[in-house]
């Protein structure tokens, strides 16, 4: 038999063609092309029907689909004096990308030598009647979780309450905001425009308040439940262990925003879970998977809610988990110690035997931005680790060198001091590096030059190109020039801005003796890694490790003298950040503990020993 196949929408033709085949192709194009003219169609009756309400009938049918007509295509129809059936082949493409393919007969009747085409519902498809119409339904996908370092899934399932006010019931409405905006508060929720939300609102409105885990709705329920309008319900939604646990890092789970639809047109329907921030976000699509798509047929009840017939079905694909270093009990070690700090606060840590990155916090309420990865800020004094390398790797001074600590130094009319106005005369190297002597490094920085502090700096991964999976800022040295500018750069003020991820990678590298990129996430791994850096020279770490326990054992972190366990290493760092008011620092400290290196910084927060050693005790301490 010959095939019809549809290749063009414009193709046309007459009711009195010669054969049912011409008026089948004719009618299949007027099907996706919305012009019927000159086709003719008669009822099963056989009542000559218009060309506008057999269009009609057909997108009433299609319902959903109406705008997205199929491809058709037919084989020559059997034909039986003046009866012909043509057995026609529909392919709809469905919104979500599936192509639904069925078969449908299409009868034929021959009268005043003229072909016509018998409409009725089944056209469209065989169990289509009268007032039925086709929908689509979006299948959701079982979306895959992020893993730690085991494998265990970090996302869970987890019961929830939804704190809503019901408009109409709150009597108290200034009294019932005020209650719920101190309780909130420590869940880091803001209620500063709830008054005004609810006021505009229908009265049988509901104002979704927070949406808390069932564990902090428990502390606070005693006090809220009884508030004039309040209302509340159980839900389950998709969390991670804790309400801070790596939040700034992974990001949260929940529904599509308007937001989310306008920017990927097509790609969610409301009610739809997605990713927002972290690595949630950065790899929704493959943590979500690919939705399913069911055709339904709607049939209209004459009574009631109409009734639903499924005709076929595309299951969806589950997404694929994502696999991270994180590990759960040091994760949740770095949360508690970033939480007892108010001002904005981070910590990497990093296992130093294979660079892998095991607790990234973020602190108040686990960060609205993951600052321990993408802050560019002044290291401070933790950079003369940096520096020390590279003086010792150049043997301008050993760790037993005589070095001048007075209280001032000047490099081109830039006078350098120390803190408090610390002074300690000519002192043994290793001494003016525990005490964190700034004038001591500015007065060496002429001897190590630029391309010595840049060469210290790349060997410890400071502004290489690795990548852990995630965004991420590696850090970036001052060029060193003018000689001012390389006196402050070296110890760690100037130009030279880093992030705690990238710190926390140098201090990895000093204990291991060797730089590795960090990492993050492993499957799916980050393409292409960073040629491997030489290791470090073995009469260089050795002493700077050394000089590094001196800052513990009798410089300025002694207060990690008493954490249990194994010696702590380390280097604190203060660091100017507004040329405007020198009086506003960051504090920072990096260091390890056995197999763990850790990078601390607290934003505004004072010194390195005030404000970041605190959190490191905590911290290791917890471990």
């Not at 630029?450 to 790349?458: M, Q, R, V, Y």
């Not at 201090?507 to 990492?519: S, W």
């Not at 506003?584 to 400290?589: D, N, R």
């Amino acid at each position: 038999m010959t095939a019809l196949v549809l290749a063009s929408t414009s193709l046309t033709a007459c009711s009195g063609s010669d054969g049912p085949g011409d008026t089948l192709n004719a009618f299949l194009a007027g099907w996706r092309s919305g012009n019927l003219d000159g086709v003719g169609v008669v009822s099963a009756a056989g009542q000559t029907m218009s060309a506008a309400d057999v269009n009609a009938a057909i997108r009433a049918l299609s319902g959903e689909l109406a705008d997205t007509p199929p491809e058709l295509s037919a084989p020559e129809p059997a034909e039986d004096k003046t009866l012909a059936t043509g057995d026609v082949k529909v392919t709809w493409t469905l919104p979500g990308g599936h192509r639904w393919e069925y078969q449908t007969p299409v009868r034929l009747s021959k009268g005043d030598d003229a072909w016509r085409v018998v409409w009725e519902p089944a056209v469209v498809h065989p169990q289509l009647k009268e007032g039925d119409e086709l929908r689509v339904q979006r299948i959701a996908g079982t979306r895959a979780a992020i893993l730690d370092a085991a494998g265990s899934p970090i996302f869970s399932d987890r019961k929830v309450v939804v704190v809503g006010i019901h408009p109409k019931l709150a009597t108290s409405l200034d009294s019932t905001v005020a209650t719920l905006g101190t309780e909130m508060k420590q869940f880091g929720v803001d209620l500063s425009g709830l008054k005004a939300e609810v006021e505009a609102a229908e009265p049988d409105d509901e104002v979704v308040v927070a949406t808390l885990r069932d564990t902090d709705y428990a502390k606070i329920k005693a006090k809220i439940e009884n508030l004039p309008g309040l209302q509340t319900r159980e839900e389950t939604r998709f969390l991670a262990p804790t309400r801070v646990f790596a939040r700034a890092l992974l990001g949260t789970v929940g529904d599509v925003t308007k937001e989310d639809m306008d920017a990927k047109p097509g790609v969610f329907e409301i009610g739809d879970q997605t990713g927002h921030g972290g690595l949630q976000e950065r790899y929704d699509e493959q943590l979500r998977g690919t939705p399913g798509e069911a055709v339904v047929i709607t049939q209209a009840a004459p009574a009631g809610e109409p009734t639903f017939t499924e005709l076929w079905r595309a299951e969806p694909a589950a997404g694929k988990p994502v696999r991270t270093t994180l590990d759960p009990k040091i994760q949740t070690a770095a949360d508690d110690a970033v939480s007892t700090e108010a001002k904005r606060a981070a910590l990497v840590a990093i296992k130093i035997s294979d660079g892998s990155i095991v607790a990234v916090a973020n602190g108040p309420n686990g960060g609205a931005e993951n600052l321990a990865f993408t802050a560019q800020v002044p290291p401070g004094s933790t950079y003369k680790m940096v520096s020390a390398l590279g003086l010792l790797d150049a043997n301008i001074v050993g760790r037993d060198s005589p070095v001048a600590c007075p209280k001032t130094f000047t490099v081109d009319g830039r006078t350098f001091n120390n803190a408090y106005d610390m002074q300690l005369g000519t002192v043994p190297f290793h001494t003016g590096f525990a005490r964190s002597c700034n004038t001591a490094f500015a007065a060496l920085s002429a001897k190590l030059g630029a391309p010595g502090l840049a060469a210290a700096s790349a060997q410890l991964g400071i502004g290489g190109t690795w990548d852990v999976g995630a965004e991420a800022y590696t850090g970036k040295v001052s060029p060193g020039t003018p000689a001012a500018e390389l006196a402050a750069a070296a110890f760690g003020q100037g130009k030279t801005v880093v992030s705690p991820l990238a710190m926390a990678a140098a201090t990895a590298a000093v204990a291991r003796g060797a730089f590795a990129a960090p990492k993050l996430v492993i499957d799916p791994a980050p393409a292409g890694s960073p040629a491997p850096v030489a290791p470090l020279k073995e009469t260089s770490v050795t002493p700077l490790k050394e000089m590094m326990r001196e800052v513990v054992t009798a410089g300025t972190a002694t207060d990690l003298k008493s954490v249990k366990g194994d010696p702590v290493y380390g280097k604190t760092g203060t660091a100017e950040f507004d040329d405007t008011d020198l009086d506003k620092t960051h504090g920072w400290f990096v260091g390890w503990r056995g197999d763990i290196a850790v990078a601390v910084f607290v934003e505004e927060g004072g010194t390195g020993g005030g404000a970041a050693v605190p959190l490191v005790k905590n911290f290791f301490s917890a471990l």
